[in-house]
């Protein structure tokens, strides 16, 4: 379930908790239309992060309530699992979130300072990998790390991209080429003294990067949206 569906699950629990709608919006400020259009189920405005923020505020609950699921008895639950799936297990807690930025923005990451600046992020994707704080999201666009077989990174997907983390022979990573303002994603291979962007897709050429690009970061989490 992605930060949208999560906040707006949480607004609609939140005010459930008080005796009306009107009172909800006393609360937060707000008058009773904007809180319709953010709860309604047909085409909801989206809950953005300050708004999310001013939410939990005024109404008592912690920093990051809004961005994660809950039940009365346990709290934090993560997404939904029906009481009649048996062959599953709960699945590795969400460690933090991460901002969703297009392959420009991508192409400069290393150089920005504030890289969460307010309004940088396209989304939010709450995610179970261990980054650091500049790390960040980029949905994959074409078919050139789609393999035939092994590991294959298809269009669509999201990878979740550490800045923070080193980057070794046979490492995926995000990189930009001094001829191109966009990132490019591609297997890194070192062979002695020369070093390459491989493509997953055996169709697209092998490209050599000697002096002629800058790794961004190593992709740490590949996720799929089904």
């Known amino acids: 379930m992605d930060i949208k569906k999560i906040r707006l699950t949480n607004l609609i629990k939140l005010i459930d908790e008080y005796e009306s709608q009107r009172v909800f919006c006393d609360l937060i400020e707000k008058d009773s239309s904007y809180v319709s259009q953010l709860k309604n ?23 990051g309530w809004m961005d994660s699921l ?6 934090f639950v ?7 799936i048996k062959n599953v297990e709960p699945g590795p807690d ?15 990451w290393a150089e920005v300072i504030d890289n969460h600046a307010p309004g940088d992020a396209e989304d939010w994707l709450l995610t179970t990998a261990r980054v650091g704080r500049h ?3 980029l949905r994959v666009q074409g078919d050139s790390m789609t393999a035939p077989h092994g590991i294959s990174i298809p269009e ?3 990878v979740i991209i550490d800045p ?9 990573v995000v990189a930009r080429l001094e001829d191109s303002m966009e990132a490019t994603l591609k ?7 020369q070093r390459f962007l491989k493509p997953l897709n055996p169709a697209y050429p092998v490209i050599p990067i000697n002096g002629n690009c800058k790794i961004i970061g190593r992709a740490i989490k590949v996720e799929f949206e089904l």
């Open 135 to 137: 790390a960040f999201a």
């Open 70 to 75: 809950h039940d009365e008895q346990n709290g």
């Open 164 to 172: 923070d983390q080193h980057c070794d022979n046979g490492n995926i």
């Open 94 to 108: 969400i460690t933090g979130r991460v901002p969703l930025i297009s392959w420009v923005q991508a192409g400069s």
């Open 156 to 158: 669509g997907s999201i």
């Open 187 to 193: 297997k890194l291979v070192i062979d002695g003294n």
């Open 41 to 63: 189920p047909s085409n909801p405005k989206n809950i953005g992060e300050k708004m999310a923020r001013i939410i939990e505020t005024n109404t008592g609950k912690p920093q």
């Open 78 to 84: 993560g997404q939904e699992t029906p009481t009649l």
